[in-house]
């Protein structure tokens, strides 16, 4: 028997309207574009406005785009897997609710939180579910509300995060073509350097924590870019090595777009030239679940079946790898 392989074969993406620009963060905080511009490759990033908008407002709409382009009955979608550090509500499931609100009346949908890793964990995922021959298509997408759980008066963390979703369609393939290799990785260690401290059952949400803006995003900037840097190129190199590929035999590296320091600095691990990365950070900031897929929607017009993609990511926790897939269509 042929052996059946998971493939992306359709994907969308959504940003909101609002460009919060490098310009307009140096009148909230202390700060300039040429700073910005230089520590992270960020010129503008993406804000969702309006009241009673979540995540799922983005994640539907990064759905919505990928089913009229790939002319998707949302019925025959057997499973949405939502990537997010900003759910919606605190339990019940924004994959639920996305998959409801598409149309997908047949499927189960549940959330998968790996912070800035979750796509790429959810890539894992979904290709499992594909190659058990249980279910035909899985629909993953990355979606996050970063501006929800930044503080605007934070010079560390507002300049980098910004708003977005992207999506991505796995289906059986019997060509070879699709996820070939994948190697995960995390370390508790990364709790202490990167978190929201209060809202969890390890500190409930109090007046004092509310007064003490505990309900943010902490980052120590230092300490997360020496581990994403080592770690982020060590798996991109690592799927080289286990593949046997040259930077010759790939097309595209995919990486998670936290800093481009980090993007160039992987590129440079594996060898690869900066016309094969793949780069949007300049436009989106960091999307945190929703840079994987936002890139291959961005980039869907250059891909061409039979491509070689590398991926790489690093989030929270920690959380990072790498996969090695095979485009699987001409746009």
Not at 129 to 137: A, D, F, L, P, T
Not at 158 to 171: S, V
């Amino acid at each position: 028997m042929t052996k059946i392989t998971a493939a992306i074969t359709a994907v969308g993406k959504y940003v909101p309207e609002y460009v919060l620009t490098n310009k307009e963060l140096e009148t909230l905080v202390d700060t300039n574009d040429d700073w910005i511009t230089s520590r992270t490759g960020i010129k503008e990033r993406r804000i969702l406005k309006g009241e009673g908008l979540g995540t799922s407002y983005m994640a539907i709409k990064a759905a919505e785009e990928l089913l009229q382009k790939s002319n998707i009955n949302p019925e025959e979608i057997d499973l949405v897997i939502v990537g997010t550090a900003t759910p919606d509500l605190p339990v019940a499931s924004t994959a639920a609710y996305v998959a409801s609100e598409i149309g997908a009346v047949n499927a189960f949908g549940y959330d998968l939180q790996a912070a800035c890793s979750s796509f790429l964990y959810g890539m894992s995922t979904a290709a499992s579910y594909i190659e058990s021959g249980r279910y035909k298509k899985v629909l993953l997408i990355g979606a996050d509300k970063m501006s929800s759980i930044i503080d605007y008066k934070d010079r560390a963390t507002c300049i980098i995060f910004g708003d977005g979703a992207g999506a991505a369609l796995f289906e059986p393939n019997n060509e070879g073509l699709g996820l070939q290799d994948e190697f995960l990785r995390s370390d508790g260690v990364g709790r202490d350097f990167l978190r929201i401290e209060a809202g969890g059952s390890l500190m409930p949400t109090t007046q004092q924590t509310l007064d003490e803006n505990k309900h943010y995003v902490y980052q120590e900037g230092k300490t997360v870019f020496k581990y994403a840097v080592s770690n982020m190129a060590d798996v991109a190199a690592k799927m080289l090595t286990r593949n046997n590929l040259t930077e010759k035999d790939i097309q595209w590296l995919v990486a998670h777009q936290a800093n481009k320091r980090i993007i160039e600095a992987t590129a440079k691990r594996v060898g690869v030239s900066a016309e094969k990365v793949m780069m949007n950070i300049h436009k989106y900031g960091n999307t945190t679940s929703a840079t994987l897929p936002l890139l291959l929607a961005d980039y869907e017009s250059q891909l061409k079946k039979g491509d070689n993609l590398i991926f790489a990511a690093f989030g929270g926790g920690f959380t990072w790898g790498a996969a090695y897939i095979k485009w699987a269509y001409n746009s």
